[in-house]
C-alpha cells in the first residue's frame, strides 16, 4: 500500500467507508473489457435497461465527465445489516434494508473529496454514486480493491460482495494502487444456486435475473419465472448468499436497517395499496420498483404461497 493509499485510508476510517483504492485515468478502460461489455449488450442480456446501452464513450473513458480528471478514487462501503429478516417472510435484498444509499454516499464521498484537499491540495472532482455511465467494477478492480467474481459482483477480500461502490474523479494526479489479480478458481457455486440460470459462464443474462425482474422490469414477470421468485418481493441475494467470500461479511457502519423492513409480515403487505408502499418504502431504495412494481411482485408472492399450501 503506497502512501497516498495510506492517507486516504485514514480519511476513509474515519467516514466509516471499508476501502479505497487509486487508478490513473489517463488511459482509459481496455479493449478487452469493453469488447466484452458490447457482445453483452448486443446478445441482449441487459434487458429493457437500455440506459446500459447509452454514453458508450462514457464508460470507456470518464474523463468525458471531467476533462481535467487525472486519477478516480474509488470507495467501497459494506451493506450488509447487523440483523436480517425472518427467513419465512418476505423478502427485500439487503442492499435495500437501510436508507437508499445514492444520498447517503453522495454526502460522505463530498466530505472525503473535500478532506483530500487538506491533504493533496486544492482540486476540481466530482462525486458519481451509481448515477453517471461508470464501469464501476472495472475501475475497482484497476483500483486494487477486489475482484470481479462470476456472480459478476465485486469481492472484496475480507469484505465479501455485499458492497457500494463510490467514485471521485480528480484532477489531482496520484500515485495509483496496484490492480488486484485474483479469481474465482473453480468455484461455480453462485452459478449452481441461481434460481433462474440467469448465470454462466458467460456471465449474467439480466432477463432471467430476479433481481432485475422485481427490481428494474416494468412489464409483467414470465410466467416461467414467476415460482422461482418463491418469497421475494424486492431483489434477489442468493447468489451472494453462496459466496464462500461471504462467509463472514463485514458489518455495515452507515446503513442501519429500518426497523419496518426487518420485521416486514404478510400482514404488513396483505391489503397493498400505495399508502401502504409509502409507509413501509420511504427513503429506501426499494422505491426503485415503483408503487406498481411492487404491486406485483407481492401479487407473486401469495400466489406462490398458495400453490405451495396446495
Known amino acids: 500500500m503506497n502512501d497516498v ?3 486516504l485510508d485514514d480519511i476513509a476510517t474515519e467516514l466509516g467507508i471499508d476501502r479505497v483504492g487509486v487508478a490513473s485515468l489517463m488511459s482509459p478502460v481496455e ?13 441482449g ?3 429493457d435497461m437500455s440506459y446500459l446501452v447509452e454514453h458508450r464513450w462514457l464508460r470507456e473513458d470518464p474523463r468525458t465527465l471531467l476533462p481535467e ?9 459494506s451493506y450488509y445489516p447487523t440483523a436480517l429478516q425472518a427467513p419465512d417472510a418476505p423478502q427485500i435484498s439487503k ?3 437501510g436508507r437508499d444509499y445514492h444520498k447517503v454516499l453522495k454526502k460522505v464521498l ?13 482540486h476540481t472532482y466530482r462525486v458519481c454514486i451509481d448515477t453517471a455511465p461508470i464501469s464501476e467494477r472495472y475501475w475497482a478492480q484497476r483500483a486494487g480493491i477486489g475482484h470481479i467474481g462470476k456472480n459478476q459482483n465485486l469481492i472484496i477480500p475480507k469484505i465479501g460482495s455485499y458492497i457500494f461502490l463510490g467514485e471521485i474523479l480528480t484532477s489531482l494526479n496520484l500515485t495509483p494502487s496496484d490492480p488486484i489479480h485474483r479469481s474465482c478458481g473453480s468455484c461455480t457455486k453462485c452459478i449452481e444456486a441461481c434460481p433462474t440460470q440467469a448465470l454462466s459462464s458467460e456471465g449474467l443474462d439480466a432477463r ?6 422485481t427490481i428494474e422490469h416494468r412489464g409483467e414477470i414470465p410466467s416461467d419465472l414467476r ?10 441475494d442468493t447468489c451472494q448468499d453462496v459466496c464462500p467470500y461471504n462467509h463472514r461479511p463485514i458489518k455495515t457502519r452507515l446503513f442501519p436497517a429500518s426497523s419496518k423492513i426487518l420485521t416486514l409480515s404478510e400482514d404488513d403487505i396483505r391489503n397493498f395499496d400505495e399508502e401502504t408502499y409509502a409507509s413501509l418504502f420511504f427513503g429506501s431504495a426499494a422505491t426503485r420498483a415503483k408503487y406498481e412494481g411492487m404491486k406485483r411482485n407481492i401479487e407473486i408472492y401469495f400466489e406462490n404461497k398458495r400453490r405451495k399450501e396446495e
Open 5 to 7: 493509499v495510506l492517507r
Open 31 to 43: 479493449d478487452r473489457y469493453m469488447d466484452k461489455y458490447d457482445k453483452w449488450i448486443a446478445e
Open 208 to 213: 432471467r435475473c430476479l433481481s432485475y425482474l
Open 45 to 47: 442480456k441487459h434487458a
Open 95 to 97: 442492499y435495500a434494508y
Open 110 to 122: 463530498t466530505s472525503f473529496a473535500e478532506r483530500m484537499t487538506d491533504a493533496f491540495g486544492s
Open 69 to 77: 480528471a487525472r486519477t478516480m478514487i474509488v470507495c467501497a462501503v
Open 227 to 236: 415460482a422461482a421468485l418463491g418469497s421475494r418481493i424486492y431483489g434477489c
